[in-house]
């Protein structure tokens, strides 16, 4: 089985047909909420196509839109439908689009510690703010950690792996030096696959969408000079071991 860790249906088009042809590529997807309304959407996906994985969070950019007491009013609206939820994410920090850095580690602390309470990964954004990231989520200690589309140098990298933390790595790796560098330096049992679908197609196309994970897939073989059935494998026990079914 392949797994697109990450993706946002309730965004995509077509969305009947990304399914059909997942289900028709053995691939499983989880799609992520990342504010109120998006994460009441997604619930409503998973109503309807109930094989596919769910998260729900609050995106650091929305965080900064709510009042501290509505991210603890959307906490609760999670909290609540934890049975349907495989993850918390996407969640994290971001000083690219995003400007009060304190209310955003407010609102992550929270969501992770309710990952922690409810046992299933926290899945982490970073733009522009990894080190900061990496140094609050430390503090929190929990290794139920996904870093996705991690852009960051190498060393902060290598502090990820050191905390067997997990990164997943988007379908764009087919152009992008930097994931194809994170991919040399991170043991295969820390990685993960992801499109973050309808963005970062492998042709720099739009949009993208969960069945172009399998390019991730490739890549991962091609620099770690395995078969793409071991690396297959391996992903799947790394999504077992990290995931609730």
């Avoid at 309710?114 to 929990?142: G, Q, T």
Wanted: proline share 4%.
């Amino acid at each position: 089985m392949f797994i697109d860790v990450h993706s946002h249906l309730d965004i995509c088009k077509k969305i009947d047909l990304i399914i059909k042809r997942a289900e028709e590529n053995n691939i499983e997807i989880v799609t992520y909420g990342v504010n109120p309304g998006s994460n009441k959407k997604t619930l409503k996906l998973k109503e309807k196509y109930p094989n596919i994985k769910i998260a729900l969070g609050i995106y650091p950019i929305d965080c900064e839109k709510l009042l501290i007491k509505e991210i603890d009013s959307e906490i609760e609206f999670i909290r609540k439908n934890k049975n349907k939820i495989s993850a918390i994410g996407e969640i994290g920090l971001d000083l690219k689009y995003g400007k009060d850095l304190e209310k955003q580690k407010i609102a992550l602390e929270k969501l992770v510690n309710l990952a922690k309470e409810l046992e299933i990964p926290a899945v982490i954004h970073s733009r522009d703010a990894e080190k900061e990231c990496i140094d609050l989520l430390e503090k929190l200690n929990y290794n139920k950690i996904i870093m996705h589309c991690f852009s960051g140098n190498m060393k902060l990298v290598e502090r990820i792996v050191k905390n067997n933390w997990s990164l997943s790595i988007p379908s764009n790796i087919k152009y992008s030096e930097h994931f194809q560098k994170v991919v040399e330096i991170v043991p295969i049992d820390n990685l993960f696959c992801e499109t973050d679908s309808p963005y970062l197609h492998p042709d720099r196309k739009f949009p993208n969408d969960s069945n172009n994970v399998i390019e991730s897939y490739k890549k991962i073989a091609e620099i770690k000079k395995m078969s793409l059935k071991d690396v297959e494998k391996i992903i799947e026990e790394n999504y077992k071991r990290l995931f609730k079914s």
